[in-house]
């Protein structure tokens, strides 16, 4: 009896074993960034925050854990904005040291893309998730606000690059020629979109103007309006 | 004192008095702000952003100039249809261009149109009178990234002519009197034989619209724009219905809004999608490549 508990032991451990052994040639490729970079959670490549439509790069290694060498992989990935290529000068027959370049488009917030190393076996791939998120970017349209005379209410609209809705933490103004902000408010308007509304008291003769100067929860840049009319 | 006053003016004087104090307000309140260059630029910049959307149709009318004897007669030489939707970031065109004589056509052959990358779209479909054979139907697009410029009706009125450089020492503003207008003249190559003149005519009362544009080399004028029929579309909103352009004397625009659809108003995206026929050839300028609709390598 102890035999046969003995030889199921035996073929459970080899069983496992053969487990093992699938998973070490699976992930007998290991793709980490490059030393000098940032890789947080291990097995993630972590861009950290982006700006939108500013390029960033990053280096990979893949290398085994054994002594064979790194075959020709193909590389896949469905975001169009990542580039992948080979650096020549750091690879080796161990070793493949991939460039990574991302220029992530404006309008896309927490993003999680796959690049799929295809060639370590098979009809298999090795998948790397990479993590980035894009700071988001305020546009406040009009740019330039031409003040009326008898007007005092301006309506700005919000146009933020990433989230649906952004809110105004702080305003402050820059004004040469005695231009007013009594007040600014965000308010929403009827077709759904976010608007700020200003109330601007004019005073002086002639040619006024005064930036104002808008900050947004979680939006590093501040948005800027210059404000333009003749005082009368 | 008060007596010495009453005394000095008797209730008889009241009226002219008044009347004196009248014409000094008033000339005060005509007095216009006085403007810097780049102020006035500031100015116009900032009221064309008060334009955001617009949908439009208008004709353009192009007269060459001849000479027949000791006088000048105007020879329609094309009849053009524009239909045009506009935001600041996407432009839609559809432009019909009727041809009156084979000369003309000529001209416009090596002339033909441009297109879409993706925030401007300009589509153009030209009948021609004068050679039934060619270019009925014809749709060239042409993708020019970066390069294309938006020749919209706003951009005529508030932003072509502001593009020199206003901290110029020979750039200065005038008053207009006659028209209530500030005047922006720019001189460059002041030093040259033959100077170039450029004066832009700036209307406070019309949302600092420009009203007229002249250009000219040594006094002589070779390009004149000028912009009337203005009608208040909205509050605060000024629209000129007919300008007219060119080079005085030898070829001559009319253009006239036939209708304002819309100003101001939301227009959707798709709205401002080329629809290409099949078959139609298309020109890619990024791949520098001529291919079919619908045939596409």
Same mark, same amino acid.
């Given at each position: 009896?102890?035999?046969?508990?003995?030889?199921?032991?035996?073929?459970?451990?080899?069983?496992?074993?053969?487990?093992?052994?699938?998973?070490?040639?699976?992930?007998?490729?290991?793709?980490?960034?490059?030393?000098?970079?940032?890789?947080?959670?291990?097995?993630?490549?972590?861009?950290?925050?982006?700006?939108?439509?500013?390029?960033?790069?990053?280096?990979?290694?893949?290398?085994?854990?054994?002594?064979?060498?790194?075959?020709?992989?193909?590389?896949?990935?469905?975001?169009?904005?990542?580039?992948?290529?080979?650096?020549?000068?750091? &690879?080796?027959?161990?070793?493949?040291?991939?460039?990574?370049?991302?220029?992530? $488009? /404006? =309008? *896309? #917030?927490?993003?999680?893309?796959?690049?799929?190393?295809?060639?370590?076996?098979?009809?298999?791939?090795?998948?790397?998730?990479?993590?980035?998120?894009?700071?988001?970017?305020?546009?406040?349209?009009?740019?330039?606000?031409?003040?009326?005379?008898?007007?005092?209410?301006?309506?700005?609209?919000?146009?933020?690059?990433?989230?649906?809705?952004?809110?105004?933490?702080?305003?402050?103004?820059?004004?040469?020629?005695?231009?007013?902000?009594?007040?600014?408010?965000?308010? &929403?308007?009827?077709?759904?979109?976010?608007?700020?509304?200003?109330?601007?008291? $004019? /005073? =002086? *003769? #002639?040619?006024?103007?005064?930036?104002?100067?808008?900050?947004?929860?979680?939006?590093?840049?501040?948005?800027?309006?210059?404000?333009?009319?003749?005082?009368? | 004192?008060?007596?010495?006053?009453?005394?000095?003016?008797?209730?008889?004087?009241?009226?002219?008095?008044?009347?004196?104090?009248?014409?000094?307000?008033?000339?005060?309140?005509?007095?216009?702000?006085?403007?810097?260059?780049?102020?006035?630029?500031?100015?116009?910049?900032?009221?064309?952003?008060?334009?955001?959307?617009?949908?439009?149709?208008?004709?353009?009318?192009?007269?060459?100039?001849?000479?027949?004897?000791?006088?000048?007669?105007?020879?329609?030489?094309?009849?053009?249809?524009?239909?045009?939707?506009?935001?600041?970031?996407?432009?839609?065109?559809?432009?019909?261009?009727?041809?009156?004589?084979?000369?003309?056509?000529?001209?416009?052959?090596?002339?033909?149109?441009?297109?879409?990358?993706?925030?401007?779209?300009?589509?153009?479909?030209?009948?021609?009178?004068?050679?039934?054979?060619?270019?009925?139907?014809?749709?060239?697009?042409?993708?020019?990234?970066?390069?294309?410029i938006h020749v919209s009706l706003i951009n005529t009125i508030w932003e072509n002519w502001l593009w020199m450089e206003v901290t110029n020492a020979n750039s200065k503003v005038i008053w207009d009197s006659k028209v209530h207008q500030y005047v922006l003249e720019q001189v460059l190559d002041a030093d040259s034989k033959t100077p170039l003149r450029y004066r832009t005519w700036i209307d406070p009362n019309r949302g600092f619209a420009v009203t007229r544009n002249e250009s000219s080399s040594g006094g002589k004028v070779f390009l004149d724009y000028r912009f009337g029929h203005w009608h208040e579309v909205k509050k605060g909103l000024w629209l000129p219905f007919s300008f007219s352009y060119g080079d005085p004397g030898v070829i001559e625009n009319k253009c006239?809004?036939?209708?304002?659809?819309?100003?101001?108003?939301?227009?959707?995206?798709?709205?401002?999608?080329?629809?290409?026929?099949?078959?139609?050839?298309?020109?890619?300028?990024?791949?520098?490549?001529?291919?079919?609709?619908?045939?596409?390598?």
């Amino acid at each position: 009896m102890k035999y046969i508990i003995g030889f199921m032991g035996f073929l459970a451990a080899l069983g496992l074993a053969s487990t093992s052994v699938n998973c070490a040639v699976k992930s007998g490729y290991f793709v980490t960034p490059h030393k000098n970079l940032m890789a947080a959670p291990p097995g993630i490549i972590d861009f950290g925050f982006i700006k939108p439509g500013k390029t960033e790069t990053q280096m990979v290694r893949i290398y085994r854990n054994q002594q064979a060498a790194v075959g020709k992989l193909r590389i896949k990935t469905s975001a169009p904005w990542i580039k992948i290529r080979e650096s020549p000068k750091r &690879s080796n027959k161990k070793l493949k040291v991939y460039k990574i370049t991302l220029k992530p $488009p /404006v =309008g *896309i #917030g927490k993003v999680w893309e796959k690049i799929r190393f295809h060639g370590i076996r098979k009809n298999d791939y090795l998948l790397v998730p990479i993590r980035m998120d894009v700071l988001p970017e305020v546009n406040v349209w009009p740019h330039r606000v031409l003040l009326m005379p008898g007007q005092t209410d301006y309506h700005l609209w919000i146009r933020p690059t990433l989230t649906k809705r952004v809110r105004l933490a702080a305003y402050q103004s820059q004004s040469d020629h005695g231009v007013k902000f009594t007040s600014v408010r965000q308010v &929403s308007a009827a077709d759904g979109r976010s608007l700020l509304k200003v109330r601007v008291a $004019p /005073v =002086g *003769i #002639g040619f006024i103007s005064a930036t104002l100067i808008l900050r947004f929860k979680g939006v590093a840049e501040p948005a800027k309006v210059f404000f333009v009319g003749i005082g009368h | 004192m008060f007596k010495a006053i009453r005394n000095r003016f008797s209730w008889r004087s009241y009226p002219v008095l008044l009347s004196v104090l009248l014409v000094v307000s008033y000339a005060r309140a005509a007095e216009p702000a006085k403007l810097t260059p780049s102020q006035l630029v500031m100015l116009a910049r900032a009221a064309k952003e008060r334009y955001w959307s617009i949908i439009y149709s208008f004709t353009i009318n192009t007269y060459r100039v001849v000479k027949v004897g000791d006088r000048r007669k105007r020879v329609l030489q094309s009849k053009c249809r524009q239909f045009w939707r506009w935001t600041p970031w996407r432009v839609y065109c559809h432009s019909i261009d009727t041809f009156q004589s084979t000369a003309a056509l000529g001209a416009m052959k090596n002339d033909r149109f441009l297109s879409f990358d993706g925030t401007a779209t300009t589509s153009m479909v030209i009948t021609a009178h004068a050679n039934q054979s060619w270019s009925q139907g014809w749709v060239q697009c042409q993708i020019n990234h970066g390069n294309l410029i938006h020749v919209s009706l706003i951009n005529t009125i508030w932003e072509n002519w502001l593009w020199m450089e206003v901290t110029n020492a020979n750039s200065k503003v005038i008053w207009d009197s006659k028209v209530h207008q500030y005047v922006l003249e720019q001189v460059l190559d002041a030093d040259s034989k033959t100077p170039l003149r450029y004066r832009t005519w700036i209307d406070p009362n019309r949302g600092f619209a420009v009203t007229r544009n002249e250009s000219s080399s040594g006094g002589k004028v070779f390009l004149d724009y000028r912009f009337g029929h203005w009608h208040e579309v909205k509050k605060g909103l000024w629209l000129p219905f007919s300008f007219s352009y060119g080079d005085p004397g030898v070829i001559e625009n009319k253009c006239r809004i036939r209708r304002v659809v819309e100003i101001n108003k939301a227009i959707p995206p798709s709205d401002f999608a080329v629809k290409i026929p099949n078959g139609t050839p298309v020109y890619n300028d990024v791949t520098n490549h001529l291919y079919h609709k619908g045939k596409q390598p």
